[in-house]
């Protein structure tokens, strides 16, 4: 159990850093009629199976000058989450992280998040979705040429595999995203890299309401055993990725989740498949 409960914290992790690292919360708020400056809190969290609950509240980048912030302490709110019909009183951590560790999270629990900020009260709602159904991969091997100073282009490449389909079921149009990591110590580069601008060995899908991906040889940076997380996310996740796509700086519109305030506050779930990346005879 211990030993499911690390793996799916890791992988956790790995979505955090590749997802949501690129995702700024830079907004501006003004009172339509005075111009006045409104201290609205942003709030980001993702909820998943197996980890801790963690939200991070911070303030808004105002454009405007000389505005004056509410006296709220930022690390000193007393935020309640409710997990179905439990409460828990979340733990200060610092920079405006709060956590807590509800048990037996699973396909279908309901979260509400709720303090006081600026006098008003602050309300969060999300749930967490099923897992992908039926997750298959039409291969488990997948055969590119290394791109070396010796071939690619000009030279003898080997041969490269057709695309891996990556399925699951979705009768719903629900949304769903792909992440692929490599799982070697030492991975193997397909190319050659500098060593500052050598790939982080992770990359992601856009958000799809398919039942389907397609993983392509050129896809790949490195050779070996490789991890594909498909993710099931709700459409404020996929509504947030469009936006931060064509904007990365700015999220404009609040919420549909949360009262009072701005940002995320999401769950989702996910399987896992595995490939191996190997390299094709010449």
């Known amino acids: 159990m211990n030993i499911m409960k ?3 914290k890791v992988q956790f992790s790995a979505l955090k850093y590749l997802l949501f ?3 700024a919360f830079c907004l501006t708020s003004c009172d339509d009629e005075s111009g006045a ?6 709030i980001e969290a993702y909820l998943y199976p197996g980890n801790e ?3 991070k509240v911070s303030r808004q980048t105002p454009f405007l000058s000389d505005v004056e912030y509410s006296g709220d302490d930022i690390n000193n709110l007393s935020l309640v989450l409710i997990h179905n019909d439990s409460a828990y009183t979340m733990f200060a951590a610092d920079s405006g992280w709060y956590t807590c560790n509800p048990e037996n999270v699973q396909a279908g629990d309901v979260f509400r998040l709720s303090f006081i900020f600026d006098a008003r009260e602050i309300t969060a709602y999300t ?3 099923e897992k992908p159904l039926n997750l298959t991969q039409s291969a488990t091997r997948i055969y590119t040429p290394r791109m070396d100073g010796s071939s690619g282009i000009g030279g003898s490449p080997g041969v490269m595999s057709d695309p891996v389909q990556i399925s699951w ?3 719903d149009g629900s949304y769903y995203l792909m992440v692929v990591e490599n799982m070697e110590a030492s991975p193997d580069p397909i190319r050659d890299f500098d060593d500052e601008d050598r790939p982080t060995g992770r990359f992601r899908k856009s958000p799809t309401q398919s039942g389907s991906e397609m993983l392509r040889p050129f896809d790949f940076e490195y050779f070996g055993l490789h991890r594909i997380v498909v993710y099931h996310v709700l459409p404020d996740y996929a509504t947030l990725y469009e936006q931060n796509s064509s904007s990365s700086l700015n999220l404009t519109n609040p919420s549909t989740s949360i009262g009072n305030g701005y940002g995320i506050f999401t769950g989702l779930n996910s399987d896992t498949l595995y490939i191996s990346v190997i390299e094709s005879s010449k």
């Not at 400056?37 to 942003?42: A, I």
């Open 169 to 171: 079921d979705n009768n």
């Open 6 to 8: 690390n793996k799916s």
């Open 37 to 42: 400056y409104t201290d609205f809190p942003v």
């Open 127 to 129: 749930f967490i979705p």
């Open 21 to 23: 690292s690129a995702i």
């Open 53 to 55: 609950v963690s939200v």
